[in-house]
């Protein structure tokens, strides 16, 4: 098993910038491709960023590339989302994710284990 802990979240104005973190702990994170997604209330659960094992391939939802960048630590055990240029229509629940394969997903499905979520709420 593994366990995701996030943290980070808050409540911002529009253009500010925000860092998220995921911890794990449990079985090796080092060997997980990881990625974030959010929800919105009343949504679907949608792709944010995803991150290869070793963290050199990234892949981005459209809605946030150029604005978000995800990165990690295997060091540490910690996958971070840094969100610069925040909008409205970012306020969501984010969660980490992870997959016991070493490549990048982009469906919730592919994703075997979860953190419990923090909130992001961005005004404008």
């Known amino acids: 098993q593994a366990q995701l802990v996030e943290s980070g979240g808050g409540a911002v104005q529009a253009g500010d910038s925000l860092r998220l973190s995921c911890a794990a702990s449990g079985r090796t994170f080092s060997t997980f491709a990881m990625g974030w997604f959010r929800q919105a209330p009343g949504k679907e659960r949608e792709f944010v960023a995803s991150i290869s094992w070793n963290g050199n391939v990234t892949y981005f939802a459209t809605s946030v590339k150029g604005r978000f960048t995800i990165s990690r630590d295997n060091a540490k055990n910690t996958m971070y989302l840094q969100m610069n240029s925040l909008k409205p229509e970012d306020t969501a629940v984010y969660y980490c994710?992870?997959?016991?394969?070493?490549?990048?997903?982009?469906?919730?499905?592919?994703?075997?284990?979860w953190g419990q979520g923090t909130r992001v709420t961005v005004s404008s």
């Open positions: 994710a992870g997959r016991v394969f070493s490549s990048i997903g982009t469906s919730p499905a592919q994703y075997a284990y």
